[in-house]
């Protein structure tokens, strides 16, 4: 089994900054795209920002030029530094990976539990 745990969001202020990192375990061959997914009171689950096994990523229009998505493969984690939060940033954050856990395997997708991230205006 793969388990996909994040840690690092709380409450921050209107232009406060806050780190999220999420750390793959379990019986891992290989991880692909790992990607950061919001989920917004009401509203569906979207993602934010995903980045390849090579280090390539893409961002969600919101996220450009505010939020940052690093990778450590070694340790199959990613970050996400989010600046200049905003109110409308606020949601459950969800790590998503697509790992394999054997050569005879398809990739599978896997999401973690959520952290909840709060912007006070």
């Known amino acids: 089994q793969v388990q996909l745990v994040e840690s690092g969001g709380g409450l921050v202020q209107d232009g406060g900054s806050l780190r999220l990192s999420c750390a793959a375990s379990?019986?891992?061959?290989?991880?692909?795209?790992m990607a950061w997914y919001r989920q917004a009171p009401g509203k569906q689950r979207e993602m934010v920002a995903k980045?390849?096994?090579?280090?390539?990523?893409t961002y969600a229009g919101s996220a450009e030029d505010r939020f940052t998505i690093s990778r450590n493969n070694p340790l199959n984690t990613i970050y996400l530094e989010m600046n200049h939060l905003k109110p409308e940033d606020t949601g459950v954050y969800f790590c998503?990976?697509?790992?394999?856990?054997?050569?005879?395997?398809?990739?599978?997708?896997?999401w973690g539990q959520g952290t909840q991230v709060t912007v006070s205006a």
């Open positions: 998503h990976a697509w790992v394999t856990q054997s050569y005879s395997d398809n990739y599978s997708r896997y």
């Open positions: 379990g019986t891992i061959l290989r991880v692909a795209d």
């Open positions: 980045i390849t096994s090579g280090g390539t990523a």
